[in-house]
């Protein structure tokens, strides 16, 4: 992900399949002091703050809920449920850290350029505490972006235009900007390309430009031509073809978003180099673009 000011950074073509997070001090620098939420005020909290807890795989509690709640606001999935909530965010915050809450650990963790250990430790927790939202706005909330617009990518292409989606593949977020806007519109939980066996070959997902250049409302026929599953590109599919900038020449390199029949499979590795939506949440994306969107795809 590329910590600094959404209004300002440009996205820079050539270090897009690379971190540009060059350490946590430079997060530390860039977000002192964004966060006014109370979120962690009790006292129950203190032994995480100092260093004397750390929240893991099967640690239960209000901890474990609250934490996970901040999570699904900034647009983590923590499992739970693929049922999209009132506020726009989906998943269901329990009072139990199984595997999904590890996963989603560690895609915070890279987005704040922490090891991803996916334990809750001191750092995690100072870090989460920087961006949390306040209860009841999510990180696409206006209030929120007042005092945080430097917790997410720029969209800013270096043509001066605004790309309309930013997906992040380390971190599995998509982010959904409103259009000519660097205001955030919506945050998505992804899964996005694992590396195979030596038979199938690499299949991690491609970082680039891309462009939205079809849409399939029903993608069930070409799930059965190629994979004889019906139900395994989900409800429906959004087309990227590759995009250049000055030519404008788009080029079909066979990358997708679109749903899925393992749900489990979100905020991990696991595609054959498409990008993977909860059912629910591609359903709500395919509504909101359109084609011709410009996509960056970054690591």
Known sequence: MQVGNSKVSVINPEKLSSKKIE???FIEEKTENINTSDRFSSEIFSNLKNGKEILSIGSKGEKVKEIKQTLIDLGFWTGGSIEENENGTYGKATDEFDNKTADA???FQDSRGLQ???KIDSKTMEELIKVAPAKGETLWSPSYAKKAKNVYPSNILPN???ARIVVDLSEHRLFLFKENSTELEKVY???SGKISNGKTGETLTPTGIRIVDNKLKDPSWLGKKLWNDEKVFGPKLI???KYDLNSKKISNIGTEIHGTNNPN?????ASHGCIRMLNTAIEDLYKRVKVGD?????K
Not at 265 to 269: F, L, M
């Open 23 to 25: 350490s946590n001090k």
């Open 105 to 107: 650990v560690k895609n």
């Open 116 to 118: 991803k250990t996916g």
């Open 160 to 162: 001066g235009k605004k």
């Open 189 to 191: 939980s992804i899964a």
């Open 239 to 241: 087309g990227l073809g």
């Open 265 to 269: 499979s979100i905020g991990t590795n």
């Open 294 to 298: 410009i996509v960056v795809v970054q």
